[in-house]
């Protein structure tokens, strides 16, 4: 049974739902606007009513009662996705787990820590620093580690230690019937049957509503360094990152920004960086450790015209770096006033990823569209910024079609259309297109099994 119509909830529903958890539900117009919006360039869609939940077993009651009453259920962690993940398509309620934000268990002998869903990346490695540890995966907004999960989220580290879908052991989820299910161990290896972490990781909300997270951690490192160099050509840059993944050097973070990507963060966060296609590198060890990769990345750098090399050990520039680095969407919107983004989010194999990105650029190039070309390259993944005026929705098909021809050309080589950000309800086609018919029927028949009246994200993923 799917769910095919908006639905507003009736007053005696508001009340049961009201009951349920302790009268958090919220009809307020501006709480119902901060909850029917994302970070994309969809249109707004109030949910009916706000829900914010405090435990596992209100999620599990107010789950129980929607599947019910046929209530669309959209969870909400602080909303940065970036596909319209969140966006009510079909009304019902939002169900905000923001203010489920405990750090449960920090276990430093095992490397592991245990969160509620909403705990947020940033907070939670303030609180690790202080054993020492941290969690490596980051995202460019403060996320929440339930939104992370249920995007099978990814950051500037992941060439290092991984995405979400290697960080997340162990997860609780409430199923759409209000079941409780505890999949994973607190393990590094595990062969126990179906794989239903990895399942839930990345699913988006609309096979269960996850509220708790078992993560990896990993040791400070002794040592961090960050390093700069700049290229002739955007084409350069990426040869040269593919060359130092295969040398084998063991980089924390390789990042690409082109010539407008540094243009925009130098106005953004007040830094000097020469307007030129550049490479961003940090190295993690001991200090003698970190003075050897940095090296060899030199030299490899050169070997593709790279120039002005720069690397510091020098906590306060390093950081100053990588804040910029983080701030790059924001930039991008700052940098044209008024201005909405669409960012697309292609990986390919890394063999692939030179012509990858000559492709995007050249589509682009051809359009008259402000935008910039930046990414994780070291893993192969890598976005391309439209900047769009919300003034002129027109200005969207346009796009559409421009990410669309990109999107086709990176799956005819055998690449993904998301590496991280998800499907949610821009992709969609693009998921058909990479997967086939065959593969998004299994989903679909796994969402029938898990969620057999709908309710949970309805729109998402697929139609
Ligand atoms: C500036 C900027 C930079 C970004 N950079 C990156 C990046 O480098 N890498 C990256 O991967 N993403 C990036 N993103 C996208 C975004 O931050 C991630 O998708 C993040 O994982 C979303 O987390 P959230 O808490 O905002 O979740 P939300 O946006 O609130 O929700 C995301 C999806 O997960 C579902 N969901 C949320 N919580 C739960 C839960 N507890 N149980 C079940 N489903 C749930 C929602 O229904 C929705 O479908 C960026 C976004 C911005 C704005």
Not at 312 to 330: C, I, V
Request: one cysteine or more; proline letters at 4%; charged letters at 20%.
């Amino acid at each position: 049974m799917a769910i095919t119509k908006r639905v507003d909830l009736s007053d005696a529903q508001v009340k049961a739902l009201s009951s349920l958890v302790s009268g958090r539900i919220s009809q307020n117009e501006s709480v119902l606007d901060s909850h029917g919006r994302d970070e994309s360039a969809f249109p707004p869609v109030r949910p009916s009513a706000v829900v914010t939940v405090h435990s596992t077993d209100e999620v599990s009651k107010v789950l129980a009662y929607c599947n019910g009453e046929g209530i669309p259920v959209v969870a909400f962690g602080v909303g940065s996705s970036l596909e319209g993940h969140v966006l009510p398509l079909f009304g019902g309620i939002s169900l905000d787990l923001s203010e489920m934000d405990s750090i449960i268990k920090i276990s430093p002998d095992d490397l592991t820590v245990t969160v509620q869903a909403g705990v947020k990346r940033m907070a939670l490695n303030k609180k690790l620093s202080n054993d020492g540890l941290f969690f490596s995966v980051d995202p460019g907004a403060d996320a929440t580690i339930g939104g992370m999960t249920s995007t099978g989220a990814a950051g500037t580290t992941t060439v290092r230690y991984g995405s979400m879908r290697e960080n997340v052991l162990k997860l609780t989820a409430v199923l759409a019937d209000g079941t409780v299910i505890h999949a994973g161990r607190e393990t590094r290896k595990l062969s126990a049957g179906y794989d239903l972490t990895r399942l839930i990781v990345g699913s988006e909300g609309t096979l269960a509503i996850v509220t708790e997270i078992t993560l990896r951690v990993f040791g400070i490192p002794e040592k961090m360094a960050a390093a700069v160099s700049r290229f002739p050509s955007l084409a350069d840059g990426v040869q040269a990152a593919i060359a130092i993944v295969r040398s084998g050097v063991a980089i924390a973070r390789c990042e690409f920004l082109d010539a407008q990507s540094i243009k925009n963060v130098n106005a953004h966060d007040g830094l000097t960086l020469q307007e030129a296609p550049t490479l961003l590198f940090e190295f993690h060890g001991s200090p003698r450790g970190v003075e050897e990769d940095a090296k060899v990345v030199q030299e490899i750098t050169s070997e593709f015209g790279g120039t002005d090399f720069e690397w510091t050990t020098e906590e306060g520039q390093r950081r100053k770096l990588w804040q910029a680095r983080h701030n790059a969407y924001w930039a991008g919107i700052a940098a044209f006033p008024g201005k909405r983004a669409i960012s697309t989010d292609a990986a390919v194999p890394l063999s692939k990823l030179a012509d990858a990105v000559a492709i995007a650029e050249k589509i682009l190039k051809e359009s008259p569209f402000p935008h910039s070309i930046l990414g994780h390259v070291a893993d192969g993944n890598f976005h391309t910024f439209i900047v769009t005026d919300p003034t002129k929705p027109e200005e969207l098909d346009a796009i559409r079609e421009l990410t669309h021809k990109t999107t086709s050309a990176i799956i005819a080589m055998g690449g993904t259309c998301t590496g991280e950000h998800g499907i949610g309800a821009g992709k969609i086609d693009s998921l058909l297109e990479e997967a086939g018919q065959s593969s998004v029927a299994v989903m679909k028949s796994i969402k029938a099994a898990l969620d057999p009246n709908g309710i949970l994200n309805p729109g998402k993923i697929f139609h």
